[in-house]
């Protein structure tokens, strides 16, 4: 993948977590766990993905398998099974299939485009970065009452609380926000080719990146999506393997603006929210009625 040399992304050593990372005193999530099972509750279906205790209490994050809206609910009162034949013929099992057939090599897995919607997707990450955010972007989402995938990492978060702040109150303003976890330190070498950058740094522990971004995110009020993208959309096959046996769904893009990728009817475009790109900021808001006219999209109707 090419790799614009003046966006500026946080550098880390890939096994030294921040201090607040490394667990608080007595932490708001404790037994976090991958599980998968098919569960009734609140009038309706959903698929159990993750089971924990929050304050104590047993929760889980569930997903709706036809609308993909994923929620945090007490464990008391679902009733679980193992997984149906049927669910490989919902939204969700249909997206998980197509994420898991499709080729790549270190760069772009997953999704990256609908192949059936002809509306374009917007999808912004927010890397670690000193800078503050892009708050007319955000501004004009709101406004519009666009649909917006926002990719979020966990040192993005602990560092801009006023932001996200602001970014929270996208759906009330009309703007639904689907959150994407874009890991917990988004690990990154600037020294290094793509291709043993990100993810593939020596040392990277995927479980704590994937697993303690989705904490990260619970305990600062957001309901992770089944959407994780990988830093620098850079992975393994392996890497994207164990993110699908999480129940997530790896999303790409194939139209990241600042690398002069042109959006298409199905495109899924990115943009960085965080200031380090705003030469993708200025060819979002210059192309801007061509992607009007093909209309904006929620990410669960890939
Ligand atoms: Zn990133």
């Given at each position: 993948m ?5 966006i ?5 050593q ?14 708001q ?8 099972a ?69 760069d ?5 485009r ?22 007319d ?15 979020i ?10 932001e996200l ?39 990277v ?14 305990e600062?009020?957001?309901t ?6 990988f ?36 495109s ?35």
């Open positions: 090419k790799h614009l040399p003046w500026l992304f946080f550098s880390l890939a096994h030294a977590l921040p201090s607040f990372m490394q667990g608080p005193e007595s932490p999530i404790q037994d976090y766990q991958v599980t998968q098919q569960c009734s509750g609140l009038r309706q279906d959903w698929i159990l993905i993750r089971q924990f205790k929050f304050h104590g209490v047993g929760m889980g994050l569930a997903v709706n398998p036809q609308s993909l809206a994923t929620n945090i609910l007490p464990l008391r009162g679902l009733h679980c099974n193992a997984l149906s034949s049927h669910f490989s013929q919902t939204n969700y099992g249909r997206l998980l299939t197509l994420a898991r057939g499709r080729d790549f090599e270190q772009n897995a997953g999704v990256t609908s192949p059936l919607n002809p509306h374009v997707f917007l999808t912004t990450d927010l890397c670690p970065s000193s800078k503050v955010f892009e708050k972007f955000y501004e004009w989402v709101r406004d519009h009452k666009t649909p917006i995938a926002i990719s990492s966990g040192l993005w978060i602990q560092e801009h609380p006023e702040k602001v970014l929270k109150e996208l759906p009330s303003a009309g703007a639904p926000v689907t959150w994407v976890n874009h890991s917990l330190t988004h690990p990154y070498d600037r020294a290094l080719p793509d291709g043993k950058n990100f993810f593939l740094l020596l040392g522990d995927v479980r704590e990146e994937v697993l303690g971004n989705e904490q990260t995110m619970i600062n009020g957001l992770p999506s089944v959407f994780f993208r830093p620098g959309l850079i992975s393994s096959r392996a890497m994207a393997d164990q993110i699908l046996a999480w129940n997530l769904i790896p999303l790409g893009a194939d139209a990241w603006l600042a690398l002069d990728q042109k959006a298409r009817p199905g899924i475009i990115l943009v960085h929210g965080n200031g380090n790109e705003p030469r993708g900021i200025h060819l979002f808001f210059q192309d801007l009625p061509d992607f009007l006219k093909m209309g904006f999209d929620s990410l669960s109707r890939l």
